[in-house]
Structures are given as structure tokens and as C-alpha cells.
């Protein structure tokens, strides 16, 4: 670990709880990414063999790209806001939440014109 100045040190117990929490949101961001690709795999190869498939099969990878998102945006909040300087801690609460919620719309736009394409009205 870097030395730091003792006005900058960060404070152990939260050092040691956002350790704990970035291991769980990495394991979390991985498992559900080999999810993601494993379903998507199949679901090519279903596509390609020419059989069809239910739409109720999206939503394994629908569930693992939100395990993927959700653990991204776990672990930049560690990092943006849960270890930051007390004094610019709520400018980053907003930077991240700004993000956080552009970000959050981006995917639901794109689970949702999928979904659509999938199944024309």
C-alpha cells in the first residue's frame, strides 16, 4: 500500500469493508459475465440451427448483464465515492449519480428495443 500523508490516509475500517465489498462485486461482475456469454453462445447456435426459441430465455442474459452493470456501478462507487476526501465526497455523490442514472438508461433503452425487435407488436 502507498504511504500517505496522515491528513490523506484513508480511514481502516472503510478501507477494509469497500476490500470486502469489491471482492463480492467482482465475483458477482464475473460470474454473471461468463453467464452472459455462455447464454449468449447458446443462443446463437440456437438462432443458426435454425430453431426457434421462447423470448422467456432472454432473460438469462438480461439477469447477468444487470449482475454485470450492477457490480460495474458497485465498484465505481467504491472507488468515486466511498473512499474519496470527506470534502469532495458529495460532488462526487453527484457526479456518480448523474452517471449512475445516464448509464441505467442506456441499458434499459437497449434491453428494451431488443425485447421489442424480438417480439413486433
Known amino acids: 500500500m502507498a504511504d500517505f500523508p496522515d491528513d490523506k490516509r484513508p480511514n481502516a475500517p472503510e478501507?477494509?469493508?469497500?476490500t470486502r465489498w469489491r471482492k463480492r462485486l467482482l465475483t458477482?461482475?464475473?460470474?454473471s459475465l461468463a453467464v452472459?456469454?455462455?447464454t449468449m453462445l447458446w443462443l446463437s447456435g440456437q438462432a443458426k440451427g435454425g430453431e426457434g426459441?421462447?423470448?422467456a430465455w432472454l432473460l438469462i442474459p438480461t439477469v447477468a448483464s444487470l449482475g454485470v452493470f450492477g457490480s460495474f456501478l458497485g465498484l465505481m462507487y467504491?472507488?468515486?465515492v466511498a473512499l474519496t476526501d470527506p470534502?469532495?465526497?458529495q460532488r462526487q455523490k453527484l457526479l456518480f449519480t448523474l452517471l449512475a442514472v445516464t448509464l441505467a438508461g442506456v441499458?434499459?433503452?437497449g434491453?428494451?428495443?431488443t425485447w421489442l425487435s424480438l417480439n413486433p407488436s
Open 87 to 89: 470534502k469532495h465526497r
Open 78 to 80: 467504491l472507488r468515486w
Open 15 to 18: 478501507a477494509q469493508t469497500a
Open 107 to 109: 441499458w434499459a433503452y
Open 111 to 113: 434491453i428494451g428495443n
Open 36 to 38: 452472459l456469454l455462455a
Open 53 to 55: 426459441f421462447a423470448t
Open 28 to 31: 458477482v461482475e464475473f460470474g
